[in-house]
């Protein structure tokens, strides 16, 4: 059966016809592309006696390694090893390993084939990661995967619906060698699409960013939970219109369902309708990112992949094992179309309340394989040791995403410490919020104690409570990045 033709036949081919088209993609990547350019993995092959030849498709690649974030940063803080990620051909990794019909119609295109290589293979863009634990690592770009990423974010774009020629889109992710501002970005250039960047809070500051609005009175939204609704809360007060708003997308980390409650209230203050919002998931190491569809009442319908351009794994986080569909485990990443810096069977971190699905969408209809919504980061979980429970293990995003919940709180921050500030102290949970106006703050302090303990099995040893104005500025809501939700103040 012959490939599909367009994005939209792709998204509706059968799961049969898509994980055959998947496994022969990544068959000739590892083939033509990973192994002969890529110094990581020709030695990761060599060393583990494996034969590229051999890898036929999805169920091959538990033979393989795992990469890791910390394999990244040791290639990448020894010179030697610096580009060992980067995929780099040469004349005679070329002549040694592409088959005959590749290599003729490299000699007989000439200049133009010539241009097309290194098109393909010479970076020209970097993107960095923002994790809290470790360095940022950077992953290279070529013109090929610019390409990718804008195909990847314009399919993004048909899913949440923001298909049409008079859609007006705000970007609200900030000015930054970030993977969300640009993936916007370069989807307006790829669709057409009018997206306008505000650079968030540190660049044009809310109320630079809701003069914005008034002038475009956009159709879409785009950033993060916090500063989005921020901004959402604070246009209600100016008396900023939303009556065009049809879309909220929001990316770099996940939206109860407490929260989209809220958005939607300010929303519809400003005028707003029939308001659709999405949750996103991406991350640099994958240079792409996924959206889900939207649904009747803004439930989460899970992340819709696209299968001819990477592979998901779910594997038990303990042992590494692969987990059937639809089973729970971490998120593992394979890409099957990049150049520039790749990764092959990448642990993200991410733990996947539910797994991988294939089959149609019962929402949008599309038959592409989708990641269930509930995402956990492995990588937030630090070891408190507290007064009270001492050693337990506490999930960042799920506090974080307990207190986002609360319609009482408006605001939040989470601050570790260590008791006098000695390092051989236990740990302390400090929780500040900014309450909205007219809260009992004495039973909220309480709400607050009860269902942190209940969602994470510790409670804070103190909360307190600060004004709107006060609380924004400790989370840098207009002077960083992003906004400041943890701060660990522990001893290094």
Known sequence: ???????????????????????EQLARYVREELYPFSRHYRR????????????????????????????????????????????????ELIKQHWPFSRKLA?????????????????????????????????????????????????????????????????????????LAFWAVTLGGFKT??????????????????????????P?????????????????????????????????????????????????????AKDVKIVGTYGFTEARMAWAECPTADNSSSGYHLYPDLAVFEVVDPATGEPMPDGESGEIVFSTITGHGTC????????????????????????TLPRIASELRRASEKHALNLTKIKGTLVDLSQMGSTLMEMREVEEWQVVISKRNDDPFEVDQLEVRVAPRKDVDVDKLTRDIHTRLLNATEVAPNKITVHALDEMLTLLGMETAMKEQRYLDRRPK
């Open 44 to 91: 990761i092959f060599d060393e583990a006696g494996l034969d590229p030849r051999r890898v036929r498709g999805v169920a091959d690649l538990a033979r393989l390694p795992f990469t890791t974030k910390q394999d990244l940063l040791r290639a990448q803080t020894t010179p030697e090893n610096r580009y060992d990620f980067v995929l780099q051909p040469s004349p």
């Open 106 to 178: 490299l000699v007989l295109g000439g200049a133009g084939a010539r241009e097309s290589l290194r098109y393909r293979y010479t970076p020209n863009f970097l993107t960095f990661t923002t994790g809290r634990s470790s360095e940022p690592v950077g992953f290279a770009y070529t013109p090929h995967d610019l390409d990718v990423l804008s195909e990847g974010i314009a399919r993004m774009f048909d899913i949440v619906n923001v298909v049409t020629p008079q859609e007006r889109v705000v970007n609200l992710f900030p000015f930054a060698p970030h």
């Open 192 to 217: 057409g699409r009018l997206v306008v960047p505000s650079g968030g809070g540190k660049v044009m500051g809310t109320d630079g960013s809701l003069r914005l609005f008034d002038r475009l009175s």
């Open 219 to 271: 159709t879409a939204i785009v950033g993060t939970p916090g500063f989005t609704y921020h901004l959402l809360r604070r246009g209600n007060e100016l008396g900023t219109s939303f009556q065009n708003v049809r879309t909220v997308v929001l990316g770099a980390e996940k939206t109860p369902p407490g929260l989209k409650d809220k958005m939607l209230e300010c929303l519809r203050a400003g005028g």
């Open 1 to 23: 059966m012959a490939r599909p033709s367009s994005w939209s036949a792709l998204s509706h081919t059968s799961v049969s016809e898509l994980r055959r088209l998947q496994d």
């Open 343 to 366: 990764v092959m069977r990448y642990r993200t971190g991410d733990v996947c309340e539910g797994g991988i699905q294939w089959g149609r969408c019962p929402h949008c209809g599309r």
